[in-house]
């Protein structure tokens, strides 16, 4: 069964700072990866995709992921990040096998002024 | 457009009471898929239908049941609600299996007391 990991509750970046939110996950076969952010009180968002070809998939608000085989990681980054960043993260992956799409548990970026 | 509509947006139920949430979706999806999100825990899967006629179980099916009405709707009934139950939950579709990204509902509040 297909499973993901944040390993992360909370990162705090300052604002202009690069960041990284960490996903690792398990899953048989090729993957579909996924981010997805939370604003409060609100439904998920859609940030970006990895299904195949290119490790670095760019995405919206000047997000992008890069997704590593061998280490089953699909890191989210932004190289200056902005206050309005703030939110909770999710990554998600898909088993290209069946419908399931799994969520990890989160992880609740801070970016400080 | 809608998107995806999930009603009733907050509910109080009283231990052992019954109701369902009503998911539409009109983007004309295949999948449907609906969870529950709870502190700390993230998004857990509890069922999701592949295509119309189709339900399956995710990660925390106990209590719950679901019909896929038609394309465009999936509901969640609880028969017997219970504390434990008290979560929000989200809706969401998605185009096709494989490499598309779900979207989800703004939402249901769900208090047990």
């Known amino acids: 069964a297909q499973s993901v990991a944040q390993p992360e509750d909370q990162v705090n970046v300052a604002e202009g700072n690069p960041l990284t939110v960490k996903c690792t996950y398990s899953v048989s076969g090729n993957p579909y990866l996924f981010w997805y952010v939370q604003y409060p009180n609100r439904g998920l968002q859609f940030l970006l995709k990895y299904i195949t070809g290119d490790n670095l998939v760019k995405g919206s608000y000047g997000f992008e992921a890069e997704f590593n085989k061998s280490q089953t990681s699909f890191h989210l980054k932004k190289p200056s990040a902005l206050v309005s960043d703030s939110a909770l993260y999710f990554c998600a992956v898909r088993d290209p096998r069946d419908d399931k799409i799994i969520f990890g548990k989160g992880t609740r970026l801070h970016i400080l002024p | 457009n809608a998107g995806v509509t999930q009603t009733p947006k907050f509910q109080v139920l009283k231990t052992g009471q019954s109701m369902t949430l009503q998911c539409a979706q009109d983007m004309n999806h295949n999948s449907m898929y609906w969870y529950r999100q709870d502190p700390g825990m993230g998004l857990r899967l509890i069922y999701y239908?592949?295509?119309?006629?189709?339900?399956d179980k995710g990660e925390v099916p106990n209590g719950y049941n679901v019909s896929r009405l038609n394309k465009r709707e999936f509901s969640l009934r609880l028969e017997s609600a219970a504390p434990s139950q008290t979560s929000v939950y989200f809706c969401a579709s998605s185009a096709r299996p494989g490499a598309t990204e779900a979207f989800f509902g703004q939402g249901t509040r769900l208090t047990v007391v």
């Open positions: 239908s592949a295509s119309e006629g189709t339900t």
